[in-house]
């Protein structure tokens, strides 16, 4: 069964620093895209960013210059490097893994979600 799991989450105070890893349990997805959400109490989910197999990356505004998002292919493995937390940054954060029919990744994959909380 395909399987992402995530780790890495917790309680920091702001200005802290945590790092979020997602595990895919197959080698397929070290050929796809790969995605970070979050969601926040009372908000909808919203994406944070994303990295091509090739290791091109997005971030959303609020993030650029305090996350890193990164993979190592041969761990099957995907990384969240968050830096300069802020409260606003409090959510459950998801890895998520897109459809891609051409590598045959017939729907989304979703991983458990982790908590992060931000203190002020």
């Known amino acids: 069964q395909v399987q992402l799991v995530e780790s890495g989450g917790g309680l920091v105070q702001s200005g802290g620093s945590l790092r979020l890893s997602c595990a895919a349990s197959r080698s397929i997805f070290s050929s796809n895209a790969m995605r970070w959400y979050r969601q926040a109490p009372g908000k909808q989910r919203e994406l944070v960013t994303s990295?091509?197999?090739?290791?091109?990356?997005n971030y959303t505004d609020s993030v650029k210059g305090r996350f890193t998002i990164s993979r190592d292919s041969a761990k099957n493995t995907v990384y969240l490097q968050m830096n300069s937390l802020k409260p606003e940054d409090t959510a459950v954060y998801y890895c998520?893994?897109?459809?891609?029919?051409?590598?045959?990744?017939?729907?989304?994959?979703w991983g458990q979600g982790t908590q992060v909380t931000v203190s002020s």
């Open positions: 990295i091509t197999s090739g290791g091109l990356t």
């Open positions: 998520n893994s897109p459809r891609n029919l051409r590598l045959g990744i017939r729907r989304d994959y």
